[in-house]
């Protein structure tokens, strides 16, 4: 795969993921903010990359995924919540919080999310979808 297919690829994975994420706030909270489907597509993305790795166990995977999950919503909670202003979301009443933007909670639910999540990326890595959208309709063979 070129670098133009690869980037296809992932610009596929980043979309899938930004909606996923923004319907899956939705139905878990009743609304979201357009920056979680950004952060979404940037979580999944980081996702799929795990998921490549033969060599980590299942569970290893979901817990670095989480990691990273927590990750970047600490640093664009900072960014939108604390330095715009916008208050997307406040974790302060949560046990264990962490400047309000993220939570022990919230981690641990990252663990459950990045098992579905690497599931998912797994099934889309081996699925014609992508593939066709990447290397495009006429150049599309089984």
């Given at each position: 795969m070129n670098i133009r297919e690869k980037h296809k690829e992932y610009l596929a994975i980043y979309a899938v993921g930004g909606v996923g994420y923004y319907t899956l706030e939705i139905v878990w909270r009743g609304y979201s903010h357009w920056t979680m489907a950004l952060t979404g597509g940037f979580c999944f993305l980081l996702l799929y990359l795990l998921s490549a790795n033969s060599e980590i166990p299942l569970i290893t995977k979901c817990v670095i995924?989480?990691?990273?999950?927590?990750?970047?919503?600490?640093?664009?909670?900072?960014?939108?919540?604390?330095?715009l202003g916008w208050s997307v979301w406040d974790y302060s009443r949560h046990n264990y919080?962490?400047?309000g933007q993220i939570c022990l909670e919230y981690s641990l639910i990252w663990v459950i999310v990045s098992y579905f999540g690497i599931w998912l990326c797994q099934l889309l890595r081996g699925s014609d979808i992508i593939r066709e959208f990447v290397v495009g309709r006429d150049n599309f063979r089984d």
């Open positions: 995924g989480a990691a990273e999950i927590t990750a970047v919503e600490f640093l664009v909670g900072c960014a939108v919540n604390i330095g919080d962490f400047l």
